[in-house]
């Protein structure tokens, strides 16, 4: 692949670079173009697609394939009108906000304080949705981050499986234990309640819980340092002490 | 350190060297805002504006670079030294991996909230692989095409590189924040035992 070659004719075609050419660093055989694009009062692109095809053909006869990496020059107004907006209609909910564009839908990511009910989502997806149509965008994704790890039925049932049987006051230790924020008690009794009606888990005399043989399978197992089943047993052992 | 493997060793050189880590591309980043308040003082001297107007672009990619590199680190010690131009090849490859394993895993499951982890810790990987392609093409403009100049605007406050604003360039690093912490937590749920 001649890539001083490529690079001249890519130039002949005057397009709005954003970057060196560069090879692309997962294709082999391939280069990176990063463009500029503009949009017209009918959201038309611009180069046009049949331009980008042209140039690919060009490409191709050098013997290489090309990536466009597109980037709308106007969208980055998207990002900030995004994030102002999010946190200022929801201040008590976004933290943060971070949008990109890809292929005429957007990414938008938040990143809540504190958990938020399903109408409140609800209001924050039709803000969302608002801002994509201003913008003449194909459509929006909303994205819900938070930045306080709470522990996944997935991650609850893990803390389980290592010490079992046991009870709230456990799992609220072991969990603590692991670096995940536990809201209450309460939430522990929730996350209790509703594994157990899906089969997970079982109810053992006093109090205490241990999980079911169907989610032992389902959670499976690895023959590596982190295999639960050794760390199971280490953990059964330092009970025995 | 959930999900973090290794040995106690291990673990502690983490604890330890995390801090040092973080004040040093808190600098990188301070260090690239100083030289874009430069080149704009000067942006009347060309020669001198260019210069630090492309190397503030080239030290706004190596923070976004080292935070994404910190977080490959964590991941496995390996992907330390792991050149510029391959790292979006780990992150599409090896880094999303296991995540995908795991949200078939958990599919079945039923586990809704970890589905979502997984789908965000994906397209994370995704997004933060391409700001790191484009932020590279940028800074190859800015460390080997000397031809290429940088361009003031109108108005006092900005500059570009090839039609890439500064604004541009300083947000890298918080979208690089942003995303490792997405994927971090992909990653960790993944690993957890």
Redesign the interface.
Known sequence: MDLDEIRREIAKFNL?????V??S??VENCV?V?I?TIRDDRGRRSPSGKTLSELRGVIASYGADVEY?L?D?AL?EL?DGCRTSLVNSFPDIVR?S?T?V?DGVA?V?V?KKRDISIEENTKIRELVDNISRVYKLRGAIL?V?S?F?IA????FL?ALRKIAPADCEDLDKELRT??FSVPSLQWVNHRLDMLRK?G?IVRIAAGHYALTAVALQ???T?KS????DV?RLLALARRER | M?GG?GGRGRLWVQGVASNTRTQYRNAMEEVAQFLSVRALELRNDEAQADLFGRSAFNRYYYAAYLITRDMLTDFDRNWRSTPH?????IL?GSVKKPINNFKR??T????S??IS?C??AI?GIS?LS?VL??A???R??AD??PDVLIEFGEGVSSFKL????V??AR?WT??AR??T??VR?GWN?A???
């Open positions: 709005p670079l954003a970057g060196s560069v090879p660093p997962t990176l990063s500029y990496l980037i020059e980055s990002e943060n971070y990109t890809l990414n990511w990143e994205r981050t930045d790890r996944t039925p997935t991650e893990r692991r670096n899906q997970l389902k959670l499976g690895v340092r982190q295999s639960p760390i | 959930q493997g131009a391959k790292i979006p090849e599409n895993m958990v079945k499951l039923g586990d909230e970890s982890i789908s965000n397209s997004e391409n392609v484009s590279y093409s940028i190859v403009t080997y095409d090839r039609s890439t604003s604004g541009v947000n918080e979208q942003f995303l912490g997405v937590r749920l690993h957890g035992s």
